[in-house]
């Protein structure tokens, strides 16, 4: 009788056997989701807990001018993107805090922990993708004229950026 069958009453029968290397596999996939499991994981996380910081306290904002999006009256920002994270803030019970710069330094104080979001007229195309997080595209936002925007959270904060995201789809849709 050669490997991988057994005799039963109607004689001769294959039966399927993982190789070692699908074992192993399987191993090490029951293994990691048991760690996870025990630890308390949660998926998607902040590892610098921005998401529960806010939620219920003070929003960083960072905005730099774009025309018909984000435009400054007597050291106040308004426009739609103004709307939209104010929105924002009201659905994580949090108060904006705004500071006014070029994406550069936006981007930079995302970086460094001083801002929790950045918006301006940042596009699904932006260059900044290796130094923030960045969300989805949104097209529908007002003022948008075509381009499809994005809004920027620091980097690996993917808790925070699941909550933008949940929220900018009812919002705007995609």
Same mark, same amino acid.
Request: aromatic share 4%; hydrophobic share 40%; with cysteine.
């Given at each position: 009788?050669?490997?991988?069958?057994?005799?039963?009453?109607?004689?001769?029968?294959?039966?399927?056997?993982?190789?070692?290397?699908?074992?192993?596999?399987?191993?090490?996939?029951?293994?990691?989701?048991?760690?996870?499991?025990?630890?308390?994981?949660?998926?998607?996380?902040?590892?610098?807990?921005?998401?529960?910081?806010?939620?219920?306290?003070?929003?960083?904002?960072?905005?730099?001018?774009?025309?018909?999006?984000?435009?400054?009256?007597? $050291?106040?920002?308004?426009?739609? =993107? !103004?709307? &939209? %994270?104010?929105?924002?803030?009201?659905?994580?019970?949090? /108060?904006? *805090?705004?500071?006014?710069?070029?994406?550069?330094?936006?981007?930079?104080?995302?970086?460094?922990?001083?801002?929790?979001?950045?918006?301006?007229?940042?596009?699904?195309?932006?260059?900044?993708?290796?130094?923030?997080?960045?969300?989805?595209?949104?097209?529908?936002?007002? $003022?948008?004229?075509?381009?499809? =925007? !994005?809004? &920027? %959270?620091?980097?690996?904060?993917?808790?925070?950026?699941? /909550?933008? *995201?949940?929220?900018?789809?009812?919002?705007?849709?995609?």
């Amino acid at each position: 009788m050669a490997a991988g069958e057994r005799t039963g009453q109607s004689g001769t029968m294959r039966t399927p056997h993982a190789s070692a290397s699908q074992r192993l596999a399987m191993g090490a996939l029951l293994a990691a989701t048991l760690v996870a499991t025990g630890c308390g994981v949660q998926i998607p996380a902040d590892p610098d807990g921005t998401l529960d910081r806010v939620t219920g306290g003070e929003l960083r904002v960072g905005a730099a001018v774009e025309p018909g999006l984000v435009e400054v009256e007597g $050291g106040e920002p308004s426009g739609p =993107l !103004v709307d &939209l %994270v104010e929105d924002f803030a009201d659905s994580v019970d949090a /108060e904006p *805090e705004w500071t006014i710069a070029s994406e550069e330094t936006l981007v930079t104080e995302l970086e460094e922990g001083r801002l929790d979001l950045a918006v301006g007229g940042f596009t699904d195309q932006s260059p900044w993708i290796d130094r923030a997080g960045v969300t989805r595209g949104y097209p529908g936002i007002p $003022g948008a004229e075509g381009r499809s =925007l !994005v809004l &920027l %959270v620091p980097l690996g904060e993917n808790a925070m950026l699941t /909550e933008l *995201e949940t929220f900018l789809d009812e919002e705007v849709g995609s």
